[in-house]
């Protein structure tokens, strides 16, 4: 099964989102995004393997889809666009 990463600019960012995202129903993970993901220090990100349009469209909706949307497939991560 395919895991998506959202990207954040922040630890509290990324609480933030997950904690609007499970109040819809959306189970998400908030981890530490993989080396070569970003181009700035420590990242993170919400790590979820459904619904992500919804997700995408509910983020956006608040404002609060600030970084890219990885798929990872295997170890190999492609942007996907949203």
């Not at 904690?19 to 080396?35: D, M, S």
């Not at 970003?38 to 469209?57: F, I, N, P």
């Amino acid at each position: 099964m395919t895991e998506y990463l959202i990207m954040c600019r922040s630890l509290t960012h990324a609480q933030r989102s997950a904690r609007l995202l499970e109040r819809r129903g959306i189970i998400v993970a908030v981890t530490k995004a993989p080396q070569g993901l970003s181009s700035r220090g420590c990242t993170y990100a919400l790590s979820l393997k459904r619904k992500l349009e919804e997700a995408v469209r509910i983020l956006k909706k608040e404002n609060m889809l600030l970084g890219k949307v990885y798929a990872n497939n295997n170890g190999a991560y492609a942007e996907v666009l949203t």
